[in-house]
């Protein structure tokens, strides 16, 4: 699976912004996504998972970051291969370059998913 993430840029602290993450390949439902960031000088850290979900299986379960709880959401479109990171209340804290991930039927607590995508940036101004 191939990722592409999009969707950063500069905010002011409180405001939003969504990222996006388009997949290509084939049975985008049977990934598990993941949102990871790395600010400068710091190292890579998990954000927020989705889980796969599939025939039998409705999954869909989420896991975040205690850092961004309550003001992130994780969510998946499987009919477009997307999956988004709606991110509010940002804090300069929160800026970093963002990546997505997957990993096929993977846990929505494995830190380190298979395939990775080009991170997009994410600058939120005090």
């Known amino acids: 699976v191939q990722l592409q993430a999009c969707g950063g840029g500069l905010v002011q602290a409180g405001g939003s912004l969504r990222l996006s993450c388009a997949a290509s390949?084939?049975?985008?439902?049977?990934?598990?996504m993941h949102w990871f960031r790395q600010a400068p000088g710091k190292e890579r850290e998990f954000v927020a998972a989705i889980g796969w979900n599939g025939i039998g299986w409705s999954g869909g379960e989420t896991n975040y970051a205690d850092s961004v709880k309550g003001r992130f959401t994780i969510s998946r479109d499987n009919a477009n291969n997307t999956v988004y990171l709606q991110m509010n209340i940002l804090k300069p804290e929160d800026a970093a370059l963002y990546y997505c991930?997957?990993?096929?039927?993977?846990?929505?607590?494995?830190?380190?998913?298979?395939?990775w995508g080009r991170g997009t940036q994410v600058t939120v101004s005090s």
């Open positions: 390949g084939r049975d985008f439902n049977i990934y598990t």
């Open positions: 991930a997957a990993e096929k039927f993977g846990r929505v607590d494995n830190m380190r998913p298979s395939y």
